[in-house]
C-alpha cells in the first residue's frame, strides 16, 4: 500500500493511524522503546528542501529501532535525469519503503508505480498528506473527537488546502476556504474530492466569514517551494489573506490557530498570533514524529 494521498484512506484507517500515533506518543513520553521496524530500512528521496519531514521521518526509523537513508536530488542520480521507472525499481531492491518530497504529483506516482515497496508522500506541488494527518492528531488530542468541527483554511488554495479538503471530504468535517481570486484550489479536483461527503466544504469571499465561528485557523505561506519566482505578484494578491489577531477575534474563544511551519511573520500570521495562546503550531510540529511513526508502522508491518 502506498500513502500518496488523504484520500487512499477510508475513515477508519484514519482513525487507526490517528489512535496508533496517540500511544506511540505516551509510550515515547513514558520512555518505553520500541523495536516494531527493527531492521528496516527507509529510503528518502526529497528534490525540494525540507526540516519537519525529514527529521521526523528518520527519527521515527530510528526510535522504531530502524534505519533512515537520505538522498538530495542534487547529489543523486535523479538530479542528472536517470528516470525516475529506474530509480523507483533499484530503490525497492535495497529499502523496505520510500517517503518522495518533489514537484509534480505525477512524480510520486511513478515513483509508487515502480516501486515494489510502499512509497509515501513527503510533499508534492498538488498534497501533503502525512502533515494533515499529524495536524489531525493535534486537533483530536486536544479536542477529543473530530463531530461538528469547523475548520477555516485561509490562503493559498495550494497542497496542504488540498489535502484538508480530502481530509474533511474523509473524515466528514466542515471546511470553510477563503482565497484570492486566481489561487483557488482546482475546480475539478475539488469536485472530485467532496463527491459524496457530507462534509461541508466551501469556499468563501472573505476571510472574516472563513474565520467566523471557526474551531481551527489554518494558513501556510503565500508562495511554496517552486513558486519563488511569484513571490512579489503573490504578495500583492494575498495582503488581506492574513491570520491576525482581529481574525482570530472571529473564531471560537478557544480556537486553534494551525500552521504546518516554516512560517513568514508578518505575511500570512501576524507574530502575535503565531506566538500567542491560541497557537498550537509547535505540537502540530511535535506530532509529525508519532504520525510518522504510526503511518511507518502501518505500511511496513
Ligand atoms: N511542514 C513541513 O513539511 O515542513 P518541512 O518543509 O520542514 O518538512
Ligand atoms: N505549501 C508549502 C508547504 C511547506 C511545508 C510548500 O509546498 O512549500
Redesign the pocket.
Known amino acids: 500500500m502506498d500513502l500518496l494521498k488523504v484520500s487512499d484512506l477510508s475513515k477508519v484507517e484514519v482513525q487507526a493511524l490517528l489512535e496508533r500515533a496517540a500511544r506511540l506518543k505516551d509510550l515515547q513520553r513514558k520512555g518505553v522503546p520500541q523495536s516494531s521496524l527493527l531492521g528496516r530500512v527507509l529510503g528518502l528521496i526529497f528534490e525540494?528542501s525540507s526540516t519537519r519531514?525529514r527529521v521526523s521521518f528518520e527519527t521515527a526509523m530510528y526510535q522504531l529501532g530502524g534505519n533512515a537513508i537520505f538522498i538530495s536530488g542534487r547529489d543523486s542520480q535523479v538530479g542528472r535525469g536517470e528516470p525516475i521507472r529506474d530509480t523507483a525499481r533499484v530503490m525497492a531492491r535495497y529499502v523496505d519503503a520510500l517517503v518522495v518530497r518533489t514537484f509534480g504529483h505525477d512524480i510520486v506516482e511513478e515513483y509508487a508505480q515502480y516501486s515494489d515497496v510502499p512509497v509515501i508522500n513527503g510533499?508534492t506541488?498538488m498534497h501533503?498528506p502525512c502533515?494533515v494527518l499529524s495536524d489531525i492528531l493535534t486537533i483530536t488530542e486536544r479536542r477529543g473527537t473530530l463531530d461538528g468541527l469547523e475548520v477555516a483554511w485561509i490562503g493559498?488554495g495550494?497542497?496542504?488546502a488540498n489535502s484538508w479538503i480530502e481530509a474533511a471530504a474523509v473524515l466528514g468535517f466542515n471546511l470553510k476556504l477563503a482565497c484570492p481570486a486566481g489561487y483557488l484550489p482546482d475546480a475539478a479536483f475539488l469536485e472530485r474530492a467532496c463527491a459524496g461527503t457530507s462534509a461541508k466544504i466551501e469556499i468563501v469571499g472573505t476571510v472574516e466569514e472563513a474565520a467566523e465561528g471557526a474551531d481551527v485557523l489554518n494558513t501556510?505561506?503565500w508562495a511554496?517551494?517552486?513558486q519563488e519566482a511569484e513571490s512579489d505578484d503573490r504578495g500583492a494578491a494575498f495582503e488581506k489573506f492574513q491570520i491576525n489577531s482581529k481574525v482570530l477575534s472571529g473564531a471560537k474563544k478557544e480556537a486553534m490557530v494551525m500552521h504546518?511551519?516554516?512560517a513568514h511573520r508578518g505575511e500570512e500570521i501576524t507574530e502575535e498570533v503565531l506566538e500567542g495562546p491560541n497557537s498550537v503550531i509547535w505540537d502540530q510540529a511535535e506530532n509529525r514524529l508519532h504520525m510518522q511513526k504510526a503511518i511507518l508502522e502501518t505500511l511496513l508491518t
Open positions: 525540494k519531514t510533499l506541488d501533503h502533515q493559498d495550494n497542497n496542504m501556510d505561506v511554496s517551494m517552486g504546518c511551519l516554516p
